[in-house]
T-cell receptor, first 111, second 113 residues
Framework: SQKIEQNSEALNIQEGKTATLTCNYT??????LQWYRQDPGRGPVFLLL???NEKEKRKERLKVTFDTTLKQSLFHITASQPADSATYLC??????????WGAGTKLIIKP | KAGVTQTPRYLIKTRGQQVTLSCSPI?????VSWYQQTPGQGLQFLFE???????NKGNFPGRFSGRQFSNSRSEMNVSTLELGDSALYLC????????????FGQGTRLTVV
């Protein structure tokens, strides 16, 4: 069956360290994968998109990798700050442009 | 420019009633998608509209329906509400169908009692 999985447990990281979140999928061949941030009571906010022919994408302190062989994307936040605390969602493009979403990983950055 | 606007923000309904939620996309965006989000679940895709036509539909019962108007505004309707329909309903707009980046509204929190 088709699945997209993110770490269900909260990730606790010390301020200043690099946070790494994982998104694994099975039985999909997405043309691209996206990462979003969601704060409590609010809608998700787009962060980064990476296409199947791209290995890595960067935006300021954010970096995303996409390994289509492993069927995995890693999302990194370097020099993490308490303000980075949120739930991070990955979404991949399934058939007919429909986005399929992971359940999200809650990231907690401790001062 | 103004973001995606969803109304109402909060709603309490009784089992068996019906409800209509509204979404105004970003000006110029022609694609509107609807999602249901419950605690511990990822966003569950309901449907996507583009140029007043439903282009994609998720795996939800027929009680869930939607439409899009010529100005790209969209509504979704849930009939015969069940307790399990309690959720955050999110609307996202995109420039075009199949476009990459989705812009979300703040959602409508529906509680069915």
């Amino acid at each position: 069956s088709q699945k997209i999985e993110q770490n269900s447990e909260a990730l606790n990281i010390q301020e200043g360290k690099t946070a790494t979140l994982t998104c694994n999928y099975t039985n999909y061949s997405p043309a691209y994968l996206q990462w979003y941030r969601q704060d409590p009571g609010r809608g998700p906010v787009f962060l980064l998109l990476i296409r199947e022919n791209e290995k890595e994408k960067r935006k300021e302190r954010l970096k995303v990798t996409f390994d289509t062989t492993l069927k995995q994307s890693l999302f990194h936040i370097t020099a993490s700050q308490p303000a980075d605390s949120a739930t991070y969602l990955c979404a991949l493009e399934a058939s007919n442009y429909q986005l399929i979403w992971g359940a999200g990983t809650k990231l907690i950055i401790k001062p | 420019k103004a973001g995606v606007t969803q109304t109402p923000r909060y709603l309490i309904k009784t089992r068996g009633q019906q409800v209509t939620l509204s979404c105004s996309p970003i000006s110029g965006h022609r694609s509107v998608s609807w999602y249901q989000q419950t605690p511990g679940q990822g966003l569950q895709f309901l449907f996507e509209y583009f140029s007043e036509t439903q282009r994609n539909k998720g795996n939800f019962p027929g009680r869930f329906s939607g439409r899009q108007f010529s100005n790209s505004r969209s509504e979704m309707n849930v009939s015969t509400l069940e307790l399990g329909d309690s959720a955050l309903y999110l609307c996202a707009s995109s420039l075009d169908f199949g476009n990459t980046e989705a812009f979300f509204g703040q959602g409508t929190r529906l509680t069915v009692v």
